[in-house]
């Protein structure tokens, strides 16, 4: 018998398409729990994946998953009877409904507010705003328990939760940090850097860029770059980013398309070095970015700002390095000097970087909070 339902809000590896944080995240989640012996459904809605469905082409699912119509997932719900169900963040509060026997986990894995705050740019999206406050709001009261991705957000759960039925301290809340199943495969020669993950409204993906190419060498020192824009950003955020048509023209540069997550993960892993730079937002200080966590997942470093969820961890580890905050350019200018100097530098940090992975990111580490708190009251155990 099912014992949690995972309800992604996005399509999830294993769906022969690219994917993003929040499919990732929840395909995750669930592996996680699996690998505590916790019997698990992993739910995508189906207009979600018609999104992203050829025309007659059905998209293949992971094992022990689903394609539900939103309508139809309290029903889901109900005929499985599970103990917990997990959702993330608010996007599916609109399908879900109360069942007697079933507790409601709320994944507060983004910062969505801030995202949207963000998103256009010197237009403050204040109606937009206001309804997801009240969607979030509906989401946390129907919560059983919350988890937060990463420490720095728990003040921040706690200020929505003061603003619930909950009322302070009213409700438990533990962490789940950004779980990645790892993968692990032989670097290419030389020294290979990478720029990935898709491009947000609110980054500049040209922040930092230029000290990154003056240390570029073919073919002794190469630079891969897939940043594309994700499909989930607002029509007024351009298709394709100018600096990526600007690499584009560089013969020290290559530049590539989208490829699904297994490929990807095979993809950075023969890197030694990935740059995730970015100008400070309060989106971003909040943000646990997964883009880091995947690099870490394959054993790649991270050159990372220092005002995240993930930097302290990587500074903790000793899994990269990060960038100056009071003079970011010349930081980076002089981190990339010390990765092209050092390859023994960049080897120790690699094998750090998988520990950090490890540590923090294991699925079957992350979701430990989770797991207790599912094993409280799970009757089927």
């Not at 019997?39 to 809605?45: F, G, Q, Y």
């Not at 069942?99 to 894995?109: A, C, L, N, W």
């Amino acid at each position: 018998m099912t014992q949690v339902i995972v309800v992604s809000n996005d399509i999830v590896p294993g769906m022969a398409r690219p994917v993003a944080a929040p499919g990732i995240r929840s395909w995750a989640i669930a592996q996680g729990l699996r690998e505590h012996g916790l019997e698990v459904d992993l739910v995508v809605l189906a207009g979600t994946a018609n999104r992203h469905q050829l025309p007659g082409t059905p998209l293949p699912m992971p094992p022990h998953s689903a394609i539900v119509r939103a309508n139809e997932l309290s029903r889901y719900i109900e005929v499985r009877s599970p103990c917990t169900v997990v959702f993330c963040n608010s996007n599916q509060i609109d399908h879900l409904r109360k069942t007697e026997g079933v507790r409601y986990v709320f994944d507060f894995f983004a910062p969505k507010m801030l995202e949207l705050a963000y998103e256009f740019g010197d237009e403050y999206p204040l109606d937009k705003l206001e309804r997801l406050r009240e969607r979030k709001i509906r989401a946390l009261n129907m919560a059983d328990f919350v988890v937060v991705n990463g420490e720095k957000k728990r003040p921040y759960v706690e200020a929505w939760l003061q603003q619930t039925n909950h009322g302070p301290g009213g409700i438990a809340v533990g962490k789940l940090n950004m779980p990645v199943p790892g993968r692990f495969t032989e670097k290419a020669e030389g020294l290979n850097l990478i720029i990935a993950g898709y491009i947000q409204g609110w980054n500049n993906l040209d922040f930092g860029l230029q000290p990154v190419l003056d240390c570029l060498d073919p073919p002794n020192v190469t630079l891969d770059v897939l940043a594309p824009v994700h499909w989930g950003q607002s029509s007024d955020v351009a298709t394709e980013s100018p600096v990526v048509a600007r690499l584009q023209t560089r013969n020290d540069v290559t530049v590539h398309h989208s490829m699904n997550f297994s490929a990807f993960q095979r993809f950075m892993g023969r890197h030694h070095v990935a740059v995730d730079v970015f100008p400070y937002s309060l989106e971003r200080e909040y943000a646990m970015v997964t883009r880091t966590v995947v690099a870490m997942s394959c054993g790649v470093p991270v050159v990372h700002p220092a005002f995240t969820e993930v930097s302290p961890m990587i500074e903790e580890m000793d899994a990269g390095w990060i960038i100056e905050p009071s003079a970011p350019e010349a930081s980076l200018a002089a981190i990339l000097r010390e990765i092209v100097g050092s390859p023994e530098l960049v080897e120790r940090k690699a094998a750090n970087a998988r520990k950090a992975w490890e540590g923090y990111f294991d699925p079957a580490v992350a979701v430990t909070d989770l797991v207790d708190f599912v094993r409280q009251g799970d009757l089927h155990v």
